[in-house]
């Protein structure tokens, strides 16, 4: 059920309109919010409470004939608006009932299966996100009279969820006892002794009250300048040498008096390079997908492990920015083939070879890498994908 009938005294101008009515994203905020209980699969029907003065406004808002989307008109109040809400559905009555703020439009599917799965006969579901502002006490006078512990403080949100027949009894008792300053269901629940269990709520989950909650909103959906998703991964690799003519670096054989020791061509800053790309779309190592033990991959060149990484990089939708190779040794000398080290990377990684570096140093004879027994690379890959930081 939608709590849909206020004023909205404070979201600015009443030439405006009702702020639920209001758009965000190009749509009013109350189909937003129609639409995330709508798609979850275990909402039977929608009740929306609205205000005499907005039957147009709301058939603008929803035209579909849908017949699970119905309206009624509210009270005076939202404890007087929701309780005749609450008495359309006795002919037909539900075993439970979400009752939403109509001008919370980020309501998401986690949540509220989160409240769902919590709900019971005899305990209502109340999503909250505890208190993280220090609070004060203020007097008479306008001073601070003390500080308030944040413990066990909680914001409560909607929608609150209760047993029909539990909570319509509740409102009807404080009906009858003509009491109607409640703030929300789960007061008039406590009310009557019915116990009701806090859920973690949504950040996102805000209430639309100030003119500027819905110009942040409308923001937002438009796609207002967010963070965005830039994910860099980090690979380490390391192979010991052995007797041998050359070695395999980034894709080019350099002449040397060892070879690198490997299952594959055993180059050690390509399996670096494979690794740091597989981490920035939380893929396991290069191990995993290309085990040692398998023997598909003896003497295979490591390009074909890159590719494979770039290949599961595109189809998360990524885009490679840039890439990053050092390599850890004695010798061979790796400036003189640092060109074309770069060219063979971007040409793997399909990106200007601007976006690429190689470069090298030393151990100070220092280690085994000193010692000239191997050789290490330390890459780092940065992909962007698609959409904001959550």
Known sequence: MLVAAGRGERAGSPLEGPKQYRLIGGEPVITRSIQAFIKHPRVREIVAVIHADDLALFRRCWPQADERVRFVLGGETRQASTRLGLLTLRENPPRYVMIHDAVRPFVDR?????????????????????????????NSKGLVSGTVSRNNLFTVQTPQAFSYLRIIDAHEEA??????????DASIAEFTGMAVKLVEGSPDNIKLTFKRDIEMADLKLKGSPGLPDVRVGNGYDVHALEPGSHVTLCGIKIEHTARLSGHSDADVALHALTDALLATCGEADIGAHFPPTDKRWKGMASRVFVEH??????????????????????????????????????????????RVSVKATTN????????????????????IFPGSLP
Do not use: W, Y
């Open 175 to 184: 009906f009858q006892s003509e009491i109607q300053d409640f703030t929300d």
């Open 110 to 138: 986690t949540l509220l299966d989160r409240i769902a799965e919590n709900l019971g006969d005899d305990t209502g579901v109340v999503p909250a996100l505890p208190v993280t502002d220090t609070i004060k006490r203020r």
């Open 364 to 383: 100070e004879k220092l280690g085994f890498i000193g010692r000239g027994e191997g050789i290490a690379a330390i890459a780092t890959a940065c992909v």
């Open 309 to 354: 990484a770039v290949a599961l990089v595109h189809n998360a939708g990524g885009r490679i920015a840039n890439a990053d190779i050092t390599l850890i040794c004695e010798a061979p000398k790796i400036a003189p083939r640092r060109d074309a080290m770069v060219d063979e990377v971007a040409a793997m990684l399909g990106i200007d070879r601007q």
